[in-house]
């Protein structure tokens, strides 16, 4: 497994070793022994989710105040691209966002820890995302965070899709701007 740290040096991307030919690939998704000594981290999932959506889907920017998720992120089918963007207020990079693209041919990971806001666009037709918290959801302490909040200035590659406007929820339409999020210290 390779780990590349990004411009947020707690936000990884991971990419598994994948073995393939003619018929096939293989790819070891998650081995907590091999992520721990990989990474340096010792965190324990405690959920898994699966979402379907379909092109032009902008999920995000969530996050929970209280019982942080951190979250391991990967597309089974299609293509997105991912966000995290640092909220915590005593971080030097607070503010700041950091992007890939996560697709089924690249089987790439991003590791996005507690404490930052998490989004995806979905760029093929469909895709079929998966990822691992560390806790369990819980709706009381969710927040959102705008996805096209010019504080943060996401770089969401709409055009480059052919993607006019994103599709969102109406939770996501009324996310706040970073300024009037409740956020971590």
Not at 2 to 10: E, G, S
Not at 13 to 41: C, H, M, W, Y
Not at 77 to 99: M, Y
Request: aromatic fraction near 10%; glycine fraction near 8%.
């Amino acid at each position: 497994m390779k780990v590349t740290p990004t411009a947020i040096p707690d936000v990884l991307v991971i990419e598994p070793k994948v073995f393939g030919d003619a018929r096939g690939f293989f790819l070891e998704s998650f081995n907590q022994q091999a992520f721990n000594q990989a990474t340096g981290l010792d965190v324990q999932f405690v959920q898994d989710n699966h979402s379907r959506s379909a092109k032009g889907v902008l999920r995000g920017l969530h996050y929970q105040v209280r019982q942080p998720q951190g979250k391991l992120v990967r597309v089974v089918r299609g293509a997105v691209f991912d966000v995290a963007v640092d909220i915590r207020r005593g971080s030097p990079t607070f503010g700041q966002w950091v992007g890939a693209e996560l697709t089924e041919d690249n089987h790439k990971q991003f590791w996005i820890p507690p404490g930052l806001a998490h989004g995806f666009l979905v760029l093929s037709d469909a895709a079929d995302f998966l990822y691992k918290t560390t806790d369990y959801y819980a709706p009381q302490h969710e927040q959102c965070i705008a996805w096209n909040d010019p504080a943060i200035g996401i770089d969401w590659p709409l055009a480059l899709h052919g993607i006019a406007q994103p599709r969102l929820s109406a939770k996501d339409g009324a996310g706040l701007s970073l300024a009037q999020a409740r956020t971590s210290d």
